[in-house]
């Protein structure tokens, strides 16, 4: 299987299931894994431990160690590699869970994801550029379907986050600043370009380099995208457009709120915190600040919780059920304030729940996972699953040796179930 780039994430729990290594595919079946529409609630991981993670029906499939594809069945909590090849040690390129992929995906029984490829053919080194792969969802049969590069390794932005979204049958992606929709599988010479400033140079693409990278948002018949744009005055903004999938009109419908409008937070007038886009209104999030909703029809704004009241400062992840926001602070500051722990504790004990109307609903503690921890550093938000939040706990200790640091790393993926309060620790790296 091709050689992969980037992660986020990594593994299986104490329980992991590798008894499945003794045949080549995995008991996974296409019928629990039929997306169709852009999945929302997984797209706002906080934590580069879990960046990216796909829910099906029975399980939700999450990459961790950067590389590696596990599958967590919803209702026990047990983990599995997706790789059941026999013999398979799950530690190099031969391995069926390892894509180090950029995005995660179902459509139509096929598990989908993004990377991009260098490989060793003939004893010569050849560059494909980024493409979307395609697996069976026992984590066998994978094929590039879909190249996202006009020329291989040709995007300008090369830095910048360029995670592709599919929504209802087509690949929507950036290439040097260009954002481009493509059915997906079809001849990337056929995309269509939706919005975006481009110069063409000896054949090669030139984007504007005020506009790196786009995050991208799928919700019914509409395709959202965030792009921190330059103003007028050299400021950034972040700033919403709509492309009408219909139509085929893009539209600008928002853009970040003032501090005359909503107050002070940590990125004022600049980006929001956390944002999600449902049903015609973006919910955001401002650390430092409170929940709002803008009606992306007539632009009105409105507060829905005061969560200053609860944290100073914090991170979120919504769901179309949940607002839920975790009490951490500024990474270069820590939050030992805000939690009360020693100074070199950072944070996150405390998980508070609201409703999309802003109702405050429950305060679930965390504070147990640091009394059996004494090295538990910060918690971080993955997503929320039904009435489960995932989160990342990091208890990692740095010991020092003749003037050397050695990292010793410890990580947990861990929910909390919004209902009972219980934790569960599902797996540890």
Known sequence: MPKRLLAALSAALLTLSLAACDRDGLNISATQAAGEDFQKNTHQSTTSELRYAYETEDGIYIQLKGAYVYYIDKSTKSVTILCGKPECEHNDDTCNARLAARSLCFYNGK?????????????????????????????????????????????????????????????????????????????????????????????????????????????????????????????????????????????????????????????????????????????????????????????????????????????????????????????????SAAIGNPSDYIGGDTIYVYGLDGSFIKELSLKSLYDQFDTLESCKLAFCSGSDIYFVADASVQTWSGGVGTMIRNRFLCCVDIDTGEIAQIYNW
């Not at 291989?152 to 599919?166: C, R, V």
């Open 111 to 335: 598990l989908y994801y993004f990377n991009g490829d260098k490989l060793i053919e003939n004893g010569q080194a050849v560059d494909y550029g980024d493409r979307i792969y395609s697996a069976n969802p026992d984590g066998t049969d994978h094929k590039a379907v879909q190249k996202l590069e006009f020329t291989p390794s040709g995007d300008t932005n090369a830095f910048a986050d360029k995670e592709p979204i599919i929504h209802r049958g087509v690949t929507y992606f950036p290439y040097c600043g260009v954002l481009y929709a493509l059915p997906l599988g079809g001849d990337i010479e056929d995309a269509e370009k939706i919005w975006g400033d481009e110069i063409e140079a000896d054949g090669s693409h030139m984007g504007n380099l005020n506009r790196l990278t786009y995050k991208l948002w799928g919700d019914g018949n509409h395709v959202y995208f965030m792009v921190n744009l330059e103003q007028s005055d050299g400021t950034y903004k972040d700033t919403l457009f709509d492309y009408d999938t219909i139509s085929k009109e893009t539209t600008q419908v928002w853009e970040v709120p003032g501090a005359d409008e909503v107050g002070q937070w940590e990125t004022t007038g600049v980006s929001v915190s956390q944002w999600y886009v449902l049903g015609g209104y973006i919910y955001f999030y401002l650390s430092g600040g409170d929940f709002w909703r803008s009606d992306l029809g007539n632009g009105k704004t409105e507060k829905l919780a005061d969560t200053h009241e609860k944290t100073e400062y914090g991170s979120a992840v919504f769901s179309d059920d949940y607002l839920c926001l975790m009490n951490d602070g500024p990474e270069e500051t820590g939050s």
